[in-house]
């Protein structure tokens, strides 16, 4: 508890804060209230609630069939026009319904909070937070105790969140981001840039686990020995394929291990081929395309009036047909040059003019002609070796006998600026060096030196983390408490754009402003940001931040059960992720609205997805942009209505209004249900009974909220989920829910009731704030890579209101987020764990 | 019988010869003829293996628990494990205290994972400042993991999952791995078997000449020195936090740095080509068992005796149409009593526990010494929820098999007092891999009765 302590001792109230409050910590403070609670120490970010000014959503008027419901819940459906203030709506409340048992010295759980005068909210933010947290919630009061009502505990909770907000908006502290390893697609993404090869050498590492709805963030992105394991093979295997070893090899084949077709064998230490026809072979695996030098060492037993002949034959196909005069003892090389490609050939050596006389009255006549084969030499490759690319652009100097050394650290200088995505110093490249010399003291070539010490680069934490130090131009400020805030490094900015955009490392253009030192400014920043949105890197932004905003990753394990929904196939698994895929890159490279994503006159379909939606005039698996006539428009249009979203949000047999509720309340609307109680009560045998009769998935729910403690969430998500049902558990439209006629209408706790999908999107639409802001908060943590905290909602305020001036652009959204302070800056808490 | 000729029939298993740095385990017989150590000393220098299985969602109780103690009949679920029987150590009543919410709310599903293997109550959060504890296996395997050329090895059937939260207001991390190696680090698992196989053995290309294998040695080394000098510099200039951040690779780098320097010290393996696995198979069934192939072969050849497998994730709502049940597991868990999704939780069960029997069936068929690799073995194999639809963390299904190298009476039910700390089990097996500890997590002692 120490931590805590310390933090409510700092830093001082400043002057321009009103004085609202003092709280009295007993020892025990933190550990008492998560009894009641789940108190994480850290204030979860969590949306905030519509704000008194924002319009509250209501009927779309061009859509006459949507009506505002009377009030039938205690949940207020409209914030009391006044903002709350703290002598009217705080202090009267805190002493009717908490005083009883928190004040004194023997205050509940230590928490005294009767000294309601001294101290800024500031100083006792975490304190505020867990009262708003339980009040909210409503762990406190406790059951048996007078509570307060639904109102009053917003009006408390929206004074709370409110005072902190303004004063997190004066301080604008940045937060801090933990040294963060890349991720398995960073790390694809940088490979590819960095060395040119791109085959995806993470994908055999474990998976990056997942914390605040991204595989990105820095806390979570843990180190395990299987991944360092898996990095030293994936630095071997990347260095292996970029740069191609200088290996011309000469390889023998002796007479033992060449193939004959002749019986009459070896003649020390020869082939002796002894009839026309009779061969001498070698089956040779060539490992790479190219010319090779074939040389065969042979000679005859000359006899008759023309000398041994010898046909070279490669896979069957004479190459030369040679004279070979030698003679024994003094055998005569053949050499051929042959062009091949990698894989086995076969080379051949066939003897084609045998002549014996046996019978010839003078022995003098008689003899026998033979070709004899000493072996088979193949060198090769020969010439310049056929060189990828990725090992022009690596090894881009050819180093002489005299200076490789200097050779390799310009080489390796510039791959690990790249690599480390900062300058490098030169002990850093003097320690690089090292492996090259050891390569070539240990007889090996140059080249296997730099594959070396590539690797080790590779390898480097200054390669594998996205390296981030305390800002040089920090100034401490005692708004922080004496902790020192900063621009981060034009370097790093450069990388968190980059890792942010592209996930991947920064480009040349970006190194160079890095270096000029303009990318901090706003303007340049800005500029950066629109080009790099335009290049193709920029798909990053579909393949890992929308798939995982939109928890698209989860269609890989969707499983719909193949007797309910045969046509769902894995062609149609993979067009559905395609189709959202498609639908959010034409919003970023088009520069659309953001109000696209909930309902738009166009997607992305290929044959097998138009099959599935009833879309006709669709042929092939290309897909293309398809506008949507009156009548499609009335089924499709937008995420909501896209197969990827309402499959994932589904069961193998059935649709689930809640999963698909809670999405919405989650993804689009940003405000998620809590969590479920601990231990769900066990429904009472009879309901059970009962339950067992019911046809439809909204009767099954219906009796659900009967219970209480399930009502209140169920009653936010089950509704939107209803309003979806026309969509069946894989996207597809239907009419009825098994044999039961379909009723798709519902009403939302704010009081708009809707029939049918295209009323509840009008709705939906109509909250443009919430969704503003729910979408600047996920893009602002997966930017960061850490979790937002309470003090960052005046950051995502910022971004949504500048999405607004700008009609909703796709590009305000990632601008304003580049430009915010958190991205920019940084907090230096030398030597404290925060 | 010639020891050569020995170690051949033991390694029959594997379907190809392979040479393999002598076992410790064979070496009692020889010791013992030559000094009559007592039975003690024997148990010392027997390999004794821990291995962790663990299933998601909790278990159909009703057809778990064996109704009688002592000598038991097997109850409907276990019934696949008859072969074994004899080797199997049924333990009732044990408890996970800490995966209960504790007044932190939902989240069942993350903290029984987390918990398992470590009786630590974990902080709730979703990213920021995770905090775990070491789980029994890791503590082992930073004792005697030196031991043997791989001192744990962490398996499992799934992928973390990839989106979204993995159980409310709980960042994955506590979801995807059983073994944490610190309070801050979950231990990443393997899924594919191939990789696996790959890992123990190599990719199986021929074996290089001893020349060129010590210099690949030579250099791999100059590159960890390269990259501690990096990460030694770097910690100076990082924050704490950071530096957590920094350690978790140190430890990684040093690992491997260990390996090499023991491998040095092995002669040369040949790889057993035939048993490498190809991919990840569909069925669930087949991935298991050729999964179990994998760390039996590892146990086998000693080049690990500790191990976790994962047959699922907690929550993880993967449907089982191999046996016929579409609906996924996670949403029938929550059976409010429904029968029909009742009987098919324990059919799931039963599927996995007959994973389990082919595992446990192949053990006892390596010889080992004068027993079997089952008999110097000891397999927990449970759940870390009791009813996956109250999420009680109490009661936990909890099977204990194999012989424990002569230190478990086996073939018995022992029902122990309500709430006993599963981590007093996790105490007593430390004990017998020659883990000194005297508390893990939530434990009270050590788990009685076992002998």
Redesign the interface.
């Known amino acids: 508890m120490k931590r805590s302590l310390t933090l409510l001792q700092e830093p001082k109230s400043p002057k321009w804060l009103p004085a609202i409050g003092a709280i009295v910590l007993g020892s025990g403070l933190f550990s008492g209230v998560a009894l009641y609670a789940a108190a994480p120490e850290k204030a979860r970010y969590v949306p905030l609630k519509p704000s008194p000014t924002t319009k509250p959503a209501s009927a779309n008027p061009a859509s006459g069939a949507v009506k505002i419901a009377p009030k039938t819940t205690s949940l207020p459906a409209k914030p009391i026009a006044a903002k709350p203030n703290f002598e009217r709506d705080v202090a009267p409340m805190v002493k009717q319904y908490c005083l009883s048992c928190h004040s004194g010295a023997d205050a509940a759980a230590g928490l005294a909070l009767d000294d309601l005068k001294a101290a800024g909210v500031l100083k006792d933010r975490h304190v505020w937070e867990l009262v708003a947290q339980n009040v909210e919630s409503g762990h406190m009061p406790p059951k048996n105790k007078p509570a307060p009502t639904r109102v009053q505990r917003d009006r408390l909770v929206e004074w709370i969140q409110g005072t902190l907000t303004a004063v997190d908006c004066q301080i604008k502290d940045p937060g801090q981001v933990t040294l963060h390893r890349l991720n398995r697609a960073e790390y694809n993404n940088t490979i590819r840039d960095l060395v040119g090869v791109d085959f995806k050498p993470a994908a055999d590492f474990p998976s990056d686990d997942v914390g605040y709805g991204f595989d990105n963030i820095g806390d979570v992105l843990s180190i395990s020995p299987l991944l360092i394991e898996k990095y030293f093979n994936a630095a071997e295997q990347i260095t292996e394929k970029a740069i191609v070893l200088p290996d011309v090899k000469t390889v023998r084949f002796n007479a033992d291990k060449l193939e004959g077709n002749d019986d009459n064998g070896g003649d020390g230490g020869n082939v002796l081929l002894g009839v026309t026809g009779s061969t001498a072979a070698v089956d040779y695996d060539f490992a790479k395309d190219g010319n090779y030098l074939l040389r065969v060492r042979a000679f005859g037993q000359q006899f008759g009036n023309e000398p041994v002949r010898m046909s070279l034959q490669l896979d069957g196909k004479e190459l030369r047909l040679v004279d070979v005069t030698a003679v024994e003892k003094e055998p005569q090389n053949f050499e051929e040059t042959i062009t091949v490609k990698a894989g086995k050939h076969k080379l051949t050596a066939v003897y084609t003019n045998n002549y014996k006389v046996v019978d010839a009255p003078d022995p003098k006549d008689r003899g026998d002609r033979n070709l004899l084969i000493e072996h088979f030499e193949i060198k090769g490759p020969l010439g310049e070796p056929q060189l990828p690319e990725s090992h022009r652009r690596l090894i881009f100097q050819k180093p002489t006998a005299e200076n490789s050394e200097a050779t390799a650290r310009v080489i390796l200088r510039a791959f690990a600026r790249r690599a480390f995505r900062r300058p490098v110093l030169d002990a850093e490249v003097e320690r690089m060096v090292r492996p090259v010399n050891l390569a070539q003291k240990q007889g090996e070539s140059f080249e296997r030196g730099i594959q070396l010490a590539m690797q080790a680069i590779l390898t480097s934490p200054h390669f594998l983390f996205r390296v981030e130090t305390n800002p040089k131009n920090a100034k401490a400020d005692p708004k922080y408490g004496g902790e020192k805030i900063g621009l981060v490094d034009d370097y790093q900015l450069a990388s968190r754009l980059s890792y942010f955009l592209w996930s991947s490392m920064p480009d040349e253009e970006l190194f160079d402003c890095a270096a000029r030192g303009t990318l901090k400014d706003p303007v340049v920043l800005e500029k950066q940001v629109r080009r790099m949105l335009k290049d193709e890197k920029a798909q990053a932004l579909a393949d890992n931040f929308a798939s995982q905003w939109l928890t698209l990753r989860n269609l890989d394990t969707a499983a719909p059960d193949p007797d309910y929904f045969p046509d769902f196939n894995e062609d149609l698994r993979t067009a559905m992720r395609q189709e959202t895929s498609l639908f959010f890159q034409a919003i970023v490279r088009e520069d659309r609205s953001i109000m696209d994503f909930l309902d738009a006159d166009f997607t992305y379909l290929n044959e097998p997805l138009a099959k599935h939606y009833g879309i006709a005039g669709v042929s092939g698996s290309e897909f293309r942009r398809v506008v949507f006539d009156a009548l499609q428009a009335k089924q499709r249009g937008g995420l909501l209505t896209q197969a990827s979203v309402l499959t994932v949000t589904s069961n193998p047999t059935r649709t689930s209004p809640v999963k698909r509720g809670k999405w919405v309340l989650e993804t689009i609307l940003g405000t998620p249900p809590p969590p479920p109680p601990p231990n769900v009560p066990e429904l009472v045998e009879a309901k059970k009974e009962a339950a067992a009769t019911f046809t439809t998935v909204r009767q099954r729910l219906q009796e659900h909220r009967k219970n209480p403690a399930c009502a209140s969430c169920h009653a936010r998500m089950d509704p939107i989920g209803f309003g979806l049902e026309n969509y069946d558990a894989t996207g597809a439209w239907r009419t009825l829910d098994g044999k039961a006629p379909l009723d798709a209408s519902g009403t939302l706790t704010s009081g708009e009731s809707f029939r049918g999908p295209t009323q509840l999107k009008s709705i939906l639409k109509a909250k443009k704030n919430e969704f503003a802001m729910a979408l600047s908060a996920k893009l602002l943590t997966y930017a960061l890579g850490r979790g937002l905290e309470a003090r960052d909602k005046c950051v995502v305020q910022d971004i949504a209101k500048s999405l607004t001036k700008n009609d909703y652009r796709f590009s305000a959204l990632v601008v304003a987020v580049a430009q915010s302070d958190p991205f920019r800056k940084r907090r230096s808490n030398e030597g404290k764990v925060q | 019988m010639s020891r050569q000729i020995a170690r051949r029939k033991f390694l029959r298993g594997v379907g190809t010869a392979m040479s393999l740095p002598l076992l410790e385990g064979m070496l009692p017989l020889r010791a013992l003829a030559q000094s009559e150590k007592s039975a003690a000393a024997q148990k010392i220098i027997r390999p004794n293996r821990m291995m962790f299985c663990f299933v998601p969602n909790g278990m159909h109780m009703a057809d778990w628990t064996p109704t009688s103690e002592g000598a038991f009949e097997l109850p409907w679920i276990m019934e696949p494990l008859k072969n074994v029987k004899e080797n199997l150590t049924v333990l009732s009543g044990l408890a996970q205290h800490n995966a ?9 599903h993350a903290r029984s994972t987390a918990t398992f293997l470590t009786g630590v109550h974990v ?8 905090k775990g504890g070491i789980s029994v296996d890791q503590l082992a395997a930073q004792q005697v993991g030196n031991l043997t050329k791989f001192p744990s090895l ?1 398996v499992g059937i799934e ?8 159980d ?2 709980y ?3 506590y979801s ?1 791995s059983i073994s944490w ?1 610190s309070e ?7 899924t ?1 078997p191939r ?1 696996v196989f790959e ?1 123990l053995f190599g990719n199986g290309e021929a074996l290089e000449e001893a020349a060129s294998r010590q ?1 690949r040695e ?3 080394k ?2 960890l020195d ?2 501690l ?3 030694n510099s ?1 910690k100076a ?6 530096q ?3 350690d ?2 140190f ?3 040093r ?2 740095e260990q390996r090499l320097n023991r491998v040095e010290k092995e002669s040369e393996s040949n790889v057993p080509l035939s048993a490498k696995p190809s991919g990840i198979p569909q069925d669930p069934g087949e991935h298991i068992r050729l999964m179990s192939d994998m760390v039996v072969l590892a146990m086998q050849a000693d080049l690990t005796r500790i191990s976790t497998f994962m047959f699922a994730n907690d929550g993880s ?3 089982y ?1 191999n046996i016929g049940i ?3 597991h996670h ?1 029938l868990s ?1 059976h ?3 029968p029909v999704k009742q009987e098919k939780i324990r059919q799931i069960n039963r599927f996995h526990i007959t994973q389990l029997a082919y595992m446990l069936e192949k053990m006892k068929s390596i010889p080992e010494g004068e027993g079997t690799l089952l008999d110097n073995s000891m397999i927990v194999f449970g759940a870390g929820i009791s009813d996956g ?4 963390h109490n009661d936990l299904p909890i099977l204990l098999a194999g012989g424990g190298a002569g230190t478990l009476k086996t073939g018995r039910h022992i029902r122990y007092e309500k709430d006993t700390p599963l981590n007093n089990l996790f105490l007593a097996m430390l004990d017998r891999v020659g883990v000194r500890a005297d508390t893990l997590g939530d434990s009270t002692g050590r788990l009685e009765q076992l002998f």
């Open positions: 209960f919410a504790l007044g932190d709310g939902g989240g069942d902080k709730k959060t979703d990213g920021a400042d995770i962490e992928r973390g999952r990839q989106a979204g939260s993995c409310t207001g960042s994955c991390a995807s190696r801050s680090t979950p231990v990443a698992k393997e594919n990789l890992r210099r030579l250099y791999k100059s590159i390269f990259v000098e990096d990460a770097l200039q990082l924050n704490t936090r950071d957590q951040k920094l978790e690779y430890t990684g780098v690992e491997i709502n993967r449907s149409r579409s609906e996924g949403e929550h409010g009593r429904d639809d109250r999420h009680n």
